[in-house]
């Protein structure tokens, strides 16, 4: 069971924070500082908390 729940969490941060992170970095500014917050914000919170 803990293996399943460390896989969801680790797909779902590579699911959405890969394509966000081209997105940053093709924007710059103020763009790529809004989505590093929640980038970090989204790594920052077990996926446990989050369910």
């Known amino acids: 069971m803990s293996f399943a729940i ?5 797909l779902v941060g590579a699911i ?5 992170s ?6 710059g500014g103020i763009v790529d500082d809004i989505i590093g917050i ?3 914000f989204q790594t920052a919170i077990p996926f446990l908390v989050m369910a």
Request: hydrophobic content about 60%.
């Open 6 to 10: 460390d896989t969801i969490g680790t």
């Open 16 to 20: 959405f924070d890969t394509p966000l």
């Open 22 to 27: 081209f997105i940053a970095a093709w924007a």
């Open 38 to 40: 929640l980038i970090d």
